[in-house]
């Protein structure tokens, strides 16, 4: 069974059912075989984009989210400033 963190692929998957190139090409999954392998490719591509993406997708959020963080203090900052003396309560 596949291991965790750990890519199975169309060969692998044949190997564990026992399923040797010769039976495979008997069988006429010789075509088919030759299909996943180039989806696994392509795949594997997109996969390594999209983990690319999120790293800079991340690292977007970040600033994103210390800006926030900016703007809520100023505007605190601004409530603070523009509020009547009288409003203040002193203990």
Excluded: N, W, Y
Aim: negative net charge; aromatic residues 2%.
């Amino acid at each position: 069974m596949e291991e965790k963190g750990k890519k199975m692929t169309v060969r692998d998957l044949l190997r564990e059912k026992g399923i040797t190139s010769e039976e495979a090409e008997r069988l006429g999954l010789t075509e088919l075989i030759k299909e996943c392998e180039e989806r696994e490719k392509v795949i594997g591509e997109i996969s390594e984009k999209t983990k690319e993406d999120i790293a800079v997708l991340s690292g977007h959020l970040e600033v994103i989210g210390k800006k926030m963080q900016e703007a809520v203090e100023a505007m605190e900052s601004i409530a603070l400033v523009s509020m009547p003396e009288s409003e203040f309560h002193r203990e």
